[in-house]
C-alpha cells in the first residue's frame, strides 16, 4: 500500500485519558501534516513536521496536545487528559516536500470521547 | 483572518449535466488552489490543483482560477450519481504548505 497510513481507523476513549494517532507518509514524502475535522466544521491545520523537527504548529491547541515525527517510525500526534470536545476526524496528510505542495491524504482515525 | 468561502450549497443536478463550484479567497498572497472530494464518513481526495490564472482541464473536471478575483471554480461536466460528495476548495498561501479549507459543497447528482 503505498498510500498514507493511519491507525487506527476508530478510537475511543474515557474522558481524561490520551489519545494516540499514528501516521505513515506515502512512500517518498517526507513531510506530514495533521488536520483536524470537528462535526459540521471545515478540516483545520493544526501541525507540519518534518522528520525530527517540527516546522508549524501554529493549528495545534496550546495544551494538550503533541505531534512528534521520529528519525524512525510514523508520526504521532497525542492528546493528553482528552475532553469531548476533541472528538473529531483526525486526518494526516503527506507531501513529498520537494517543492511541491500538494498534499496527500489519510484515511483519517476518527476519535470518540465519551 | 485567512478565509476561503465556498458556496454553501447542497447543490442538487441531473446526471450528465454540468455541476458549478465555486469559491473565494480572502488572502491575495495565496498561490496554489486545490480541489478535494470528500464522500461521506471518508478522507478528502485531491482531484484538482491549479496554479496560475486561467483553465486547467482533467477529463471531466475543469478548474479555473482568477486571482483578480480571487475566485476559483471546478466544473464538472456530464455530472455521474458517483460525483456525489462534498468538494472542498483549499488555498495555500506564501507559506507554501499549509491548506485553508472551505467548509465544503455537498454536491447529490440525481440519476
Known amino acids: 500500500n503505498a498510500g498514507v497510513m493511519q491507525n487506527p481507523r476508530h478510537l475511543v476513549r474515557r474522558r481524561g485519558q490520551e489519545a494516540r494517532l499514528r501516521c505513515s507518509p506515502m512512500k517518498g514524502h517526507s513531510h506530514v501534516y495533521w488536520y483536524r475535522q470537528l462535526p459540521e466544521e471545515g478540516l483545520k491545520f493544526m501541525v507540519y513536521?518534518?522528520?525530527?523537527?517540527?516546522?508549524?504548529e501554529s493549528g495545534m491547541p496550546k495544551e494538550r496536545f503533541s505531534a512528534e515525527f521520529p528519525k524512525e517510525g510514523p508520526s504521532i500526534l497525542r492528546i493528553q487528559q482528552v475532553v469531548r470536545g476533541d472528538s473529531a476526524a483526525y486526518f494526516c496528510?503527506?507531501?513529498?516536500?520537494?517543492?511541491?505542495?500538494?498534499?496527500?491524504f489519510g484515511p483519517g482515525t476518527r476519535l470518540t470521547v465519551t | 483572518q485567512k478565509e476561503v468561502e465556498q458556496n454553501s450549497g447542497p447543490l442538487s443536478v441531473p446526471e450528465g449535466a454540468i455541476a458549478s463550484l465555486n469559491c473565494t479567497y480572502s488572502d491575495r498572497g495565496s498561490q496554489s488552489f486545490f480541489w478535494y472530494r470528500q464522500y461521506s464518513g471518508k478522507s478528502p481526495e485531491l482531484i484538482m490543483s491549479i496554479y496560475s490564472n486561467g483553465d486547467k482541464e482533467d477529463g471531466r473536471f475543469t478548474a479555473q482560477l482568477n486571482k483578480a478575483s480571487q475566485y476559483v471554480s471546478l466544473l464538472i461536466r456530464d455530472s455521474q450519481p458517483s460525483d456525489s460528495a462534498t468538494y472542498l476548495c483549499a488555498g495555500v498561501g506564501g507559506s507554501n504548505y499549509k491548506l485553508t479549507f472551505g467548509k465544503g459543497t455537498l454536491l447529490t447528482v440525481n440519476p
Open positions: 496528510a503527506s507531501s513529498p516536500g520537494t517543492g511541491a505542495v500538494e498534499q496527500y
Open positions: 513536521l518534518q522528520k525530527e523537527n517540527i516546522i508549524d
